[in-house]
């Protein structure tokens, strides 16, 4: 008999280390990777004006059926892993989550007050929304799968990947049933055929990596946010808080 492939479900907001940590699981030789794959159907469905969004839309399926269809069925090149980066503010309400008991779920989060101060670069400020951040989200996909387990799914916090990858990373594989891999800690620069369509839009740090780049030391302190964007950060907090009380 064939052994059961496992397929990791990572789950992220935006603006986080969640390419790299895709890039990572990409380096080794025993998993294949997925790229946000609920981004057309998102877009469809919520109407959100992102970069590139005519192209996304061609690029993927716009019906979430189809899209757990795919998460759920073969894995690339028959690989006995399968690292499924997806980002929480893509599963509308309108999504189906019982397909997440076929997957092993895992969270990667950051500090709102950083997220918002990384966003606030690219999108016009009252644009931005606590949905766009996904943290709402990623706290409700969090204790539907802990209630569900009856303990808490995998958290990790990207900051402390940045800190130390290879303890870090050992972590996480450990909580995921994998052995770690020290191929995990290095990978080619460039574009890969696994990324997203929107890449030339959001992806140019993470094509210019090979490795887990230390976070500035002027990114210690949290960012000055304009008066909306700190009633934000203020409103996620205790939502990033919860889930942050897991963290490996």
């Not at 757990?68 to 189906?96: D, E, R, S």
Request: net charge neutral; hydrophobic share 45%.
């Amino acid at each position: 008999m064939e052994p059961v492939p496992l397929r990791i479900a990572m789950w992220s907001g935006p603006r986080n280390i969640s390419s790299a940590m895709m890039r990572s699981f990409g380096a080794r030789a025993d998993a294949a990777v997925i790229d946000e794959p609920f981004y057309a159907a998102y877009l469809a469905l919520s109407g959100a004006d992102h970069p590139m969004r005519a192209e996304v839309l061609a690029s993927q399926s716009k019906d979430w059926r189809e899209v757990v269809a795919l998460l759920l069925g073969p894995v690339p090149g028959g690989k006995p892993i399968w690292y499924q980066k997806l980002m929480t503010h893509h599963m509308l309400p309108q999504f189906g989550r019982e397909w997440m008991r076929e997957v092993r779920n895992a969270f990667l989060i950051r500090d709102p007050r950083f997220v918002l101060g990384s966003y606030m670069r690219i999108r016009d400020h009252g644009a931005v929304t606590l949905a766009d951040i996904g943290i709402v989200q990623q706290r409700e996909l969090f204790e539907r799968e802990a209630d569900r387990l009856g303990a808490a799914p995998p958290v990790i916090e990207g900051a402390d990947v940045l800190a130390d990858p290879p303890r870090m990373l050992a972590r996480l594989c450990a909580a995921l049933g994998i052995p770690y891999s020290a191929a995990m800690l290095r990978w080619s620069a460039g574009r890969r055929d696994t990324d997203g369509v929107w890449a030339p839009a959001w992806y140019s740090a993470v094509e210019s990596s090979t490795g887990f780049a230390p976070a500035p030391a002027v990114a210690a302190a949290a960012p000055e946010l304009p008066g909306e964007l700190a009633r934000l950060a203020e409103e996620a907090q205790p939502h990033y808080a919860a889930l942050a009380t897991h963290k490996l």
